[in-house]
């Protein structure tokens, strides 16, 4: 009877040895994986840039023919907001974007008309409202804008050494750029930019401080900048639009 029971223990404890080898050998399933959204650029943001640029100034004497007075380039720095909304679609981004900037941009020549003239010229303010259109790699943008801009300046003339004309003018044209962002942390991200806007020619009258009679110039402008910027996400839209993979 002894013999018979340690005879049906040996048999169980194979038969475990066995269940437990065969256990062993399926395979397992490995837990699923949780999906990941991509990254979505559709939102509302602010931000702020700064930068460089300058400001390319042809004048001419309209006084009788049309006389060539010379031309000089402003330069100086930029700095500002500005703030926008994005929609994606699958890798596309477009949107709108308001950009305001202070600027400090300055240049002169001599008169080409009387050399006793300084002609000069100081940017003060730049402004822009634009679309824009891009194409995503995850969190890099690189887009393209165009829209409307808007400056103001301060005009003068010196004739040695004293001031005999000033002038101010708020103008208004078009512009085109390009840039690339990124989106580095959260709602963060970082942008540089390119910016070309053309103000065409306008009629500027410098009067003269003295009492004295106004001078005429028919100025033709144009604005490049270039400036480096980050903005800061505050509201999203969830994650893109249709699956880009």
Not at 148 to 171: F, M, P, Q, S
Request: aromatic share 14%.
């Amino acid at each position: 009877m002894r013999h018979k029971v340690l005879e049906l223990i040996v048999i169980a404890c194979i038969a475990a040895v066995a269940s437990a080898a065969n256990a062993a050998d399926l395979p397992v399933k490995a837990p699923p994986r949780q999906a990941v959204a991509p990254f979505s650029w559709t939102g509302v943001y602010v931000g702020g840039h700064a930068g460089y640029g300058w400001a390319d100034k042809d004048w001419v004497d309209p006084a009788g023919p049309p006389f060539n007075a010379g031309s000089h380039t402003a330069t100086g720095w930029l700095a500002g907001f500005q703030a926008g909304a994005n929609y994606q679609f699958t890798n596309w981004v477009i949107g709108v974007e308001g950009q305001y900037s202070w600027a400090r941009f300055r240049g002169d020549h001599i008169s080409l008309v009387d050399p006793a003239d300084t002609l000069s010229t100081k940017v003060r303010r730049i402004a822009t409202f634009a679309g824009r259109f891009g194409y995503a790699f995850d969190r890099t943008l690189i887009y393209a804008k165009g829209g409307g801009a808007w400056t103001h300046d301060d005009h003068t003339k010196i004739d040695l050494g004293v001031l005999e004309g000033i002038g101010h003018a708020n103008r208004s044209g078009w512009m085109a750029g390009a840039g690339v962002e990124y989106a580095f942390n959260g709602p963060w991200s970082a942008k540089l930019e390119y910016n070309y806007m053309d103000f065409g020619t306008r009629r500027v009258t410098l009067f003269d401080p003295a009492g004295g009679p106004p001078d005429f110039f028919d100025i033709r402008q144009r604005i490049h900048t270039i400036a480096a910027g980050v903005n800061y996400r505050f509201w999203t839209g969830g994650s893109v639009i249709a699956n880009r993979y």
